[in-house]
């Protein structure tokens, strides 16, 4: 076996997260709690309609009892034997315990389940909604099975996030309380459709056409922009803190062609659709901070080609302080680092 194909995925990491305070999932969690207004969840007709995600993490924080808050509730800058919590991310974990915190089971009320669902699935661009089901039924037995959730800070009263994990998920929510960086912090997608080991043409990815609409792209280079393109092998998927642009791979968007950069200002649309219109905004400002899409490098990579058939399934899209590294073998991961300051430093695995 070709030890570049092998996957994280294939061992979750819940076992040695973030266990230090398990609770029995019926020891007091209905005691104290105030039921909330009847939030109905994201599948149902009136979701573009839900109130804004932040205002729904302070929802659910106040409707916590004490015991739901001393297991999934931190402060701001919480420390465990792995270093800052807040700031992690990983392709497969549990920010809290799986096994009995999951946003699905009975440590959450219904109506906080409701809550939480909705919070969630606001974080995305509503046409997302049905593909982001897909995926999580895909991945993780659906939505709400394996997910866990943490809140950090006092929301309403100071700086806050919320931070949503799985297999293939980080996601977060922190009402601009995290300065210079846009989604939050630091991000991860991803998706194995029919197969741990998928087929050349990801069959059922829905994230794939992201892939193509790059691999396009370097259909339109010419000779001598493909030997500047394409390089032969990809750093480590996870290493997608700030760099010195000296150390960036592949061709300068800046010398592109003006119909290849209007391509290239495609792909990021499509890297950005999935996720709601704040957050793409702030994505969008945070790269214009430091020269936009011009001040980038977009890479290809001969490893790990699956079907050897040139459609390249690892490529990177690189600047002074945004990352967007796609790893598409065996399966999709996608790491994601957005700031509007290369001095901003990823605490990746803590």
Not at 233 to 244: G, I, S
Not at 262 to 276: C, G
Not at 281 to 288: D, G, M, N, S, T
Request: glycine share 8%; proline share 5%.
């Amino acid at each position: 076996m070709n030890p570049e194909r092998l996957c994280p995925d294939c061992s979750s990491t819940e076992d040695s997260d973030v266990n230090r305070r398990r609770f029995m999932q019926t020891l007091g969690v209905a005691a104290g709690v105030s039921l909330l207004p009847r939030v109905l969840p994201a599948s149902e007709s009136n979701v573009g309609k839900a109130a804004p995600p932040e205002t729904l993490v302070k929802q659910l924080y106040d409707s916590m009892s004490p015991v739901q808050q001393e297991a999934v509730c931190f402060p701001w800058d919480y420390k465990d034997g792995r270093g800052l919590l807040r700031t992690r991310v990983q392709n497969n974990w549990s920010i809290t315990d799986r096994k009995t915190q999951n946003v699905g089971g009975s440590f959450y009320t219904k109506d906080q389940q409701e809550l939480i669902e909705a919070l969630f699935f606001s974080l995305y661009n509503p046409d997302w909604h049905d593909r982001i089901r897909q995926q999580l039924q895909d991945d993780a037995k659906g939505y709400g099975k394996e997910q866990t959730i943490a809140l950090f800070g006092k929301p309403g009263e100071d700086k806050f996030e919320f931070v949503m994990t799985g297999r293939h998920l980080t996601i977060r929510c922190d009402g601009n309380s995290i300065e210079h960086m846009a989604f939050g912090g630091p991000i991860f997608y991803g998706h194995a459709a029919r197969s741990f080991n998928e087929d050349a043409n990801h069959t059922g990815n829905v994230y794939w056409h992201q892939a193509l609409k790059a691999n396009a792209l370097y259909q339109m280079l010419d000779g001598k922009q493909r030997n500047l393109a394409l390089v032969e092998r990809a750093p480590a998927e996870d290493r997608v803190e700030f760099r010195d642009p000296d150390d960036h791979q592949g061709i300068p968007v800046s010398e592109l062609s003006d119909d290849q950069k209007a391509h290239v200002r495609e792909v990021l649309d499509l890297l950005l659709e999935p996720y709601r219109s704040v957050d793409r905004e702030e994505a969008r400002k945070c790269l214009a901070a430091h020269g936009g899409l011009d001040a980038c490098r977009i890479a290809f990579y001969k490893n790990n080609d699956i079907g050897d058939d040139g459609v390249w399934d690892n490529w990177r899209l690189e600047g002074p302080a945004f990352v967007w590294h796609y790893r598409g073998a065996p399966h999709v991961h996608v790491w994601v680092n957005v700031s509007d300051s290369p001095d901003v430093k990823l605490n990746a695995k803590g």
